[in-house]
């Protein structure tokens, strides 16, 4: 499970916990062997037509977690196997896509106790930059975007958390004219 050397796109799904109001009802989402993902039509035993009809759905990713599994696993599996060649001077690309409230913010961000992948990236990125800084010299340039009901959203808090307090630099963000915002933090 995760990323090889040869893939150029890795499509991955990640099943967040169930949230208050379904805690304790039937899961219909079900991970098997960390590719799979099982959905369940809850059963309506009034429905005489649909009685015969199979109840599930099955699909397959590259990689599929559980609403069990960490930020450090998703990290580890999707992100990390990316760092090498960031250092090498290519650029990866992280992409988030799914509807409000399925857990996109929470992987990319995480929290303060719980970070991200993308503070999880930087931090990585910096640790190896700073073993190898007499040998060669690094700019490190991230971007984020989020747009959501068609607004982009600084993440200030997420950046000072990830440059644990370093320099940082940010160019004017516009709500009409959005640019792909650069935080930049010399080594």
Do not use: W
Not at 7 to 35: A, F
Not at 62 to 80: P, R
Request: glycine content about 6%; charged content about 20%.
């Amino acid at each position: 499970m995760g990323l090889t050397e040869t893939q150029n796109l890795t499509v991955v799904l990640r099943v967040r916990p169930p949230n208050e109001p379904n805690v304790g009802k039937d899961r219909i989402v079900h991970v098997l062997d960390g590719q799979m993902v099982i959905l369940t039509d809850p059963r309506d035993e009034d429905d005489i037509l649909r009685a015969k009809r199979s109840r599930e759905k099955r699909y397959m990713f590259d990689i599929a977690f559980d609403s069990y599994n960490t930020q450090l696993d998703v990290y580890l599996a999707t992100t990390k196997p990316l760092i090498s060649s960031v250092l090498d001077g290519f650029n990866a690309t992280v992409f988030a896509y799914g509807p409000t409230g399925t857990g996109k913010t929470y992987t990319m961000l995480g929290t303060g106790d719980n970070p991200g992948i993308m503070a999880l990236a930087l931090n990585e990125i910096f640790a190896l930059v700073r073993k190898g800084a007499e040998n060669s010299t690094y700019t490190v340039c991230m971007s984020y975007l989020e747009v959501e009901a068609q607004s982009t959203r600084e993440v200030m808090d997420m950046l000072r958390m990830a440059t644990r307090g370093g320099l940082l630099s940010l160019p004017q963000l516009t709500k009409l004219a959005p640019d792909l915002t650069q935080y930049y933090r010399s080594q």
